[in-house]
């Protein structure tokens, strides 16, 4: 059974058309992390959430914002996509361990193609 | 410098032959640390944890120096399916993870 589920799995969107990701989670974990990864990269942590409460990148464009309704649910939005933008979404979940880090679970991604 | 370094490769090697990766991280502050697998157009997964005292996951072994700040991984008698990226991963606690490039292997029959 999927744990962690990311639709869509492919992502058309036009120049500059928003464009919402989403992600959800059957294992209750409190923490959601979103990453970008372009093609030969390593994944890039665009941000995350530890509960409620939002952790940005420093480096994270503002064009990238998240939204965290509920704990299973997480959406990426992309209010202005540019062509860099085009890459893998990945979206990931992790337990907490009173600070360290536990194993993250990845969902399988959405590809986002930016014409 | 970058946080996390491993060479890229990519490895070319025969079937049963033995491999090792690297991984350098530049803050010594670190906590946790974690060897990932992702195939081609996949998602990473989980290959092992890796601590102090070392470990070993069937024909897998993991160490940890933290004095000289680097992590490896060890493949013995490698199967064509270990073809796949290895990505180092490395966290300073808080949710803080930084994932390495990854080292691209290629096993040939």
């Known amino acids: 059974d999927a744990m962690v589920i990311q639709n869509p799995r492919y992502q058309v969107t036009q120049f500059g058309k928003p464009v919402t990701l989403s992600c959800s989670q059957t294992l209750n974990h409190n923490v959601m992390y979103w990453y970008q990864q372009k093609s030969s990269q390593a994944p890039k942590l665009l941000f995350h959430?530890?509960?409620?409460?939002?952790?940005n990148e420093a480096d994270t464009p503002d064009n990238f914002q998240s939204r965290r309704p509920n704990t299973s649910f997480c959406f990426l939005d992309i209010r202005s996509p540019g062509l860099g933008d085009a890459a893998m979404y990945l979206c990931?979940?992790?337990?907490?361990?009173?600070?360290?880090?536990?194993?993250?679970?990845f969902g399988p991604g959405t590809r986002l193609l930016v014409l | 410098r970058k946080e996390v370094e491993q060479d890229p490769g990519p490895f070319n090697v025969p079937e049963g032959a033995t491999v090792a990766f690297n991984c350098t991280y530049s803050n010594s502050a670190s906590q946790s640390f974690f060897w990932y697998r992702q195939d081609c157009r996949k998602e990473p997964k989980l290959l092992m944890s890796v601590y102090s005292s070392g470990n070993e996951d069937g024909r897998f072994t993991a160490q940890l120096n933290r004095a000289s700040q680097y992590i490896s991984l060890l493949i013995r008698d490698s199967k064509l399916s270990d073809s796949a990226t290895y990505l180092c991963v490395v966290s300073t606690g808080g949710s803080k993870t930084i994932f390495g490039a990854g080292t691209r292997l290629f096993v040939k029959a």
């Open positions: 990931a979940t992790s337990g907490d361990s009173g600070g360290l880090q536990e194993t993250q679970y």
């Open positions: 959430y530890y509960d409620k409460d939002f952790n």
